[in-house]
C-alpha cells in the first residue's frame, strides 16, 4: 500500500528530515506493506489550508498547521499561547497530550482526521532586518510577523505584529514589507533568514505543541487493523525525531548566525519579567474570548497552568490525577 505525504517544506528542512526518519521507520515496521511518497515545498499542500485539504484527500497524510488555519480551530490556534512557564519541547507535547485527553474540543477540531504527530518547539526569539531589539522600547513601530498568540502582546508594546505562513517570511523580509519576526534561532539556517535579518534578540516568548502531523480518515479506513495500530504506535517515534531535528537545528542556527555576521543581542533580565507578565494576562484574555464560541478556553488555561506549576522546575509531566468523564 501506498499513501502519500505532503508538506510545504523542502525535504532538507528540520521538519522534512524527522518526516523522512518516521517514513523510513514505518516502512520497515510494516515489512514493506506501507510505503510513503513523499511530496514537498508545497507541490500538493498549502500552509493555511492544509488541515481541509487533508480531510479532503488532497494527500493522504500531511503537515498541519493549525495555528494559520483559517477559522473552525479557535481553541487548538488559542492553547498553544497557555504554556507559559514550560520547560521544553518535551514537556510541551506531554502537556498538549493532557489537555486532548481532559477536552473534549480538541477532537471536534480535528474531525476527519487522526493525529501521527505532536509537535512542540524550540522558544522563540524576535528577528530583526536593520534594528536591534535590546529593550521592550524597541518593539514600538516594528512590523512583526508573529504567532496569533503574540499579537495582542506585541500590540501593547506598540509594534505591528502579522500573521502569515513560514514560508512567506524570506520574501516579506527581503522586499522590506516587515521589519522582523518572531521566531527561533533554528530559522537562521534552516529558512535562510541570516540572508536577509541582520540580528537575533533571545527575548522568550513562551509556546506549546500542536497537532502538526495527520492522516485522513479515508485513508486511515484503508488500512487494515494492525496497519492501523502500527501507524498510532508510530507517534512516538516522529515525535521524537521531531524533537532531535528541532535542537539540532536551533544550535546549528545560532552558530551559522554568527559566522554569517548576525548579531545577538542580549535581552534585560527585567524587560524579559515584564514580557512575561503581560503573556500571561493576554493568555486569560484570549481564553476568556473563547467562551462567546461556546468554548470554555478559561478551563484548559487554567488545566495548563495546574499541570506546569505541578510539574515545577524538575518533576515530569503528569495529568490530572482524577480519571472521571471529559468537560
Same mark, same amino acid.
Given at each position: 500500500?501506498?499513501?502519500?505525504?505532503?508538506?510545504?517544506?523542502?525535504?532538507?528542512?528540520?521538519?522534512?528530515?524527522?518526516?523522512?526518519?518516521?517514513?523510513?521507520?514505518?516502512?520497515?515496521?510494516?515489512?514493506?506493506?506501507?510505503?510513503?511518497?513523499?511530496?514537498?515545498?508545497?507541490? @500538493? $499542500?498549502?500552509?493555511?489550508?492544509?488541515?481541509?485539504?487533508?480531510?479532503?484527500?488532497?494527500?493522504?497524510?500531511? %503537515?498541519?498547521?493549525?495555528?494559520?488555519?483559517?477559522?473552525?480551530?479557535? %481553541?487548538?490556534?488559542?492553547?498553544?499561547?497557555?504554556?507559559?512557564?514550560?520547560?521544553?519541547?518535551?514537556?510541551?507535547?506531554?502537556i498538549y497530550d493532557c489537555?486532548?485527553?481532559?477536552?473534549?474540543?480538541?477532537?471536534?477540531?480535528?474531525?476527519?482526521?487522526?493525529? /501521527?504527530?505532536?509537535?512542540?518547539?524550540?522558544?522563540?526569539?524576535?528577528?530583526?532586518?536593520?534594528?536591534?531589539?535590546?529593550?521592550?522600547?524597541?518593539?514600538?513601530? /516594528?512590523?512583526?510577523?508573529?504567532?496569533?498568540?503574540?499579537?495582542?502582546?506585541?500590540?501593547?508594546? =506598540?509594534?505591528?505584529?502579522?500573521?502569515?505562513?513560514?514560508?512567506?517570511?524570506?520574501?516579506? @523580509?527581503?522586499?522590506?514589507?516587515?521589519?522582523?519576526?518572531? !521566531?527561533?534561532?533554528?530559522?537562521? #539556517?534552516?529558512?535562510?533568514?541570516?540572508?536577509?535579518?541582520?540580528?537575533?534578540?533571545?527575548?522568550?516568548?513562551?509556546?506549546?505543541?500542536?497537532?502538526?502531523?495527520?492522516?485522513?480518515?479515508?485513508?486511515?479506513?484503508?488500512?487494515?487493523?494492525? /496497519?492501523?495500530?502500527?501507524?498510532?504506535a508510530s507517534r512516538r517515534?516522529?515525535?521524537?525525531?521531531?524533537?532531535?531535528?528541532? %535542537? #539540532?537545528?536551533?544550535?546549528?542556527?545560532?552558530?551559522?548566525?554568527?559566522?554569517?555576521?548576525?548579531?545577538?543581542?542580549?535581552?534585560? !533580565?527585567?524587560?524579559?519579567?515584564?514580557?512575561?507578565?503581560l503573556y500571561t494576562a493576554?493568555? #486569560?484574555?484570549?481564553?476568556?474570548? $473563547?467562551?462567546? /464560541?461556546?468554548?470554555? =478556553?478559561?478551563?484548559?488555561?487554567?488545566?495548563?497552568?495546574?499541570?506546569?506549576?505541578?510539574?515545577?522546575?524538575?518533576?515530569?509531566?503528569?495529568?490530572?490525577?482524577?480519571?472521571?468523564?471529559?468537560?
Amino acid at each position: 500500500m501506498t499513501l502519500t505525504y505532503a508538506s510545504p517544506y523542502p525535504p532538507t528542512h528540520p521538519f522534512s528530515r524527522a518526516d523522512i526518519s518516521w517514513m523510513k521507520a514505518v516502512e520497515a515496521q510494516s515489512h514493506g506493506r506501507i510505503r510513503i511518497k513523499p511530496f514537498w515545498g508545497g507541490a @500538493l $499542500l498549502s500552509s493555511d489550508q492544509s488541515m481541509v485539504e487533508i480531510r479532503h484527500g488532497v494527500a493522504d497524510i500531511g %503537515l498541519i498547521t493549525p495555528i494559520y488555519t483559517r477559522g473552525g480551530v479557535h %481553541l487548538l490556534r488559542a492553547q498553544s499561547g497557555f504554556y507559559g512557564g514550560v520547560r521544553t519541547i518535551g514537556d510541551q507535547v506531554a502537556i498538549y497530550d493532557c489537555l486532548a485527553q481532559r477536552f473534549p474540543q480538541f477532537d471536534r477540531e480535528l474531525a476527519g482526521l487522526h493525529v /501521527l504527530a505532536v509537535q512542540g518547539g524550540n522558544f522563540p526569539g524576535v528577528l530583526t532586518r536593520t534594528r536591534a531589539v535590546r529593550s521592550l522600547v524597541d518593539f514600538k513601530g /516594528l512590523r512583526l510577523r508573529a504567532q496569533t498568540d503574540a499579537n495582542d502582546v506585541l500590540r501593547q508594546l =506598540g509594534a505591528n505584529p502579522v500573521n502569515m505562513p513560514m514560508g512567506e517570511v524570506y520574501s516579506a @523580509l527581503a522586499k522590506g514589507i516587515i521589519d522582523g519576526v518572531v !521566531a527561533p534561532a533554528d530559522t537562521i #539556517k534552516s529558512l535562510h533568514f541570516s540572508e536577509v535579518a541582520k540580528h537575533f534578540t533571545p527575548i522568550r516568548f513562551s509556546r506549546g505543541a500542536y497537532p502538526a502531523r495527520a492522516m485522513s480518515d479515508r485513508a486511515w479506513r484503508r488500512l487494515p487493523p494492525d /496497519l492501523q495500530r502500527l501507524m498510532a504506535a508510530s507517534r512516538r517515534v516522529w515525535e521524537a525525531a521531531l524533537n532531535t531535528e528541532l %535542537l #539540532k537545528a536551533e544550535d546549528a542556527g545560532t552558530e551559522f548566525g554568527r559566522q554569517n555576521g548576525m548579531a545577538f543581542t542580549p535581552f534585560p !533580565a527585567a524587560d524579559q519579567a515584564h514580557f512575561d507578565a503581560l503573556y500571561t494576562a493576554d493568555a #486569560k484574555t484570549q481564553a476568556g474570548r $473563547l467562551a462567546s /464560541l461556546g468554548i470554555d =478556553g478559561t478551563s484548559v488555561l487554567a488545566e495548563a497552568q495546574r499541570i506546569i506549576a505541578a510539574a515545577g522546575t524538575s518533576d515530569p509531566i503528569r495529568c490530572a490525577a482524577s480519571k472521571g468523564p471529559k468537560p
